[in-house]
């Protein structure tokens, strides 16, 4: 595997701000893609970040280093639907196309 | 525009038996691939083509999985014999092409295998 490593569960209130992390190991980075997927559902692409630096997409921001093999989901104003499973995946210029994929982080999101 | 289409959304079949499940992607997209997920994980690729081609199959168990896309546009994933083993939704993705491109996954099918 490529050691894509991320939380297994947070929780948070309505209205607050929730930081998921995720660290990988790889060879030949080829960037990282941040999916949220619902209950039963397809996940649906939030963000992709290749170089260095904060992506900011509403209430939404993704963070890279790629020095320190790592990057995070900032989610602020948080809303009860926001409540979902968060996928960090990477991709490797090696095996073009191919994503490597984190377990997810089950969010769930109190009123 | 539609996205991925699969089907069907479920099925319930018994071990041994032979199941199928057909993915349409995006209108113009090159790239397919087929996913697997387990419960509390996330998707790992077992196929994925460029058209009509199979360019990267190295994760799929070629004794029992079979897969094709034969015009470059809708594919079919086969598994037979199923096991037990098998159950867990299979994911179907399109992009335009392979590398930096997003991927746009349709619903899924899940299987359940008694």
């Known amino acids: 595997g490529q050691n894509i490593d991320q939380p297994t569960e947070m929780t948070a209130t309505e209205g607050a701000i929730v930081q998921i992390n995720c660290t990988y190991q790889t060879s030949g980075f080829n960037g990282l893609f941040w999916y949220q997927q619902h209950a039963g559902e397809a996940p649906t692409f939030l963000s992709y970040n290749v170089l260095d630096g904060l992506e900011e997409k509403g209430r939404f921001s993704s963070f890279l280093s790629r020095s320190k093999g790592y990057s995070y989901l900032l989610l602020k104003e948080l809303q009860m639907k926001d409540s979902a499973s968060y996928l960090c995946?990477?991709?490797?210029?090696?095996?073009?196309?191919?994503?490597?994929f984190g377990r997810g982080t089950q969010l769930t999101v109190w009123p | 525009e539609a996205g991925v289409v699969q089907s069907p959304r479920y099925k319930i079949i018994e071990k041994k038996q032979p199941v199928a499940f057909w993915c349409n992607p995006i209108s113009g997209h090159n790239t397919l691939y087929w996913y697997l997920q387990n419960l509390g994980q996330g998707p790992e690729l077992l196929i994925r083509y460029e058209n009509e081609e199979a360019v990267d199959d190295s994760q799929l168990p070629k004794d029992r999985f079979s897969a094709e896309r034969l015009k470059g546009v809708d594919s079919t994933l086969k598994i037979q014999p199923a096991e037990l083993g098998d159950s867990a939704v299979y994911l179907c993705a399109s992009s335009l092409r392979a590398g930096q491109e997003t991927q746009y996954f349709g619903p899924g099918t899940r299987l359940l295998v008694l």
């Open positions: 995946a990477v991709a490797r210029g090696s095996t073009l196309g191919r994503l490597y």
